[in-house]
Nanobody, 118 residues
Framework: QVQLVESGGGLVQPGGSLRLSCAAS????????MRWYRQAPGKERELVAA????????NYRDSVKGRFIISTDNTNNTVYLQMNSLKPEDTAVYYC???????????WGQGTQVTVSS
């Protein structure tokens, strides 16, 4: 049974930092592309960052480039999102995703709230 459990969200002031974690289980971690998505109130869910199963390739949406870093710990089956220089527009529920190209399926975590406000 695939499980993705996010943690690390919270309230932070503009310019601050947070690190999100997603603990994965129930699948071969290195065989999946790991992703972070976010959804703000009244908006569609959007892809924030992605990393290949080997960790050798990363992608970011333009609005977070240079501020967010996605990484994995394949020993502990965990994916991280380091978020720096946070802005109020980064406020959203952040979701971890695990995508299998072999079966064209995306698993979701339950989400963690990030609020950037003074």
């Amino acid at each position: 049974q695939v499980q993705l459990v996010e943690s690390g969200g919270g309230l932070v002031q503009p310019g601050g930092s947070l690190r999100l974690s997603c603990a994965a289980s129930g699948f071969t971690f290195s065989s999946y592309s790991m992703r972070w998505y976010r959804q703000a109130p009244g908006k569609e869910r959007e892809l924030v960052a992605a990393i290949s199963g080997t960790g050798g390739s990363t992608n970011y949406r333009d609005s977070v480039k240079g501020r967010f870093i996605i990484s994995t710990d394949n020993t502990n089956n965990t994916v991280y999102l380091q978020m720096n220089s946070l802005k109020p527009e980064d406020t959203a529920v952040y979701y971890c995703g695990a995508y299998s190209a072999a079966v064209s399926y995306l698993y979701w975590g339950q989400g963690t709230q990030v609020t950037v406000s003074s």
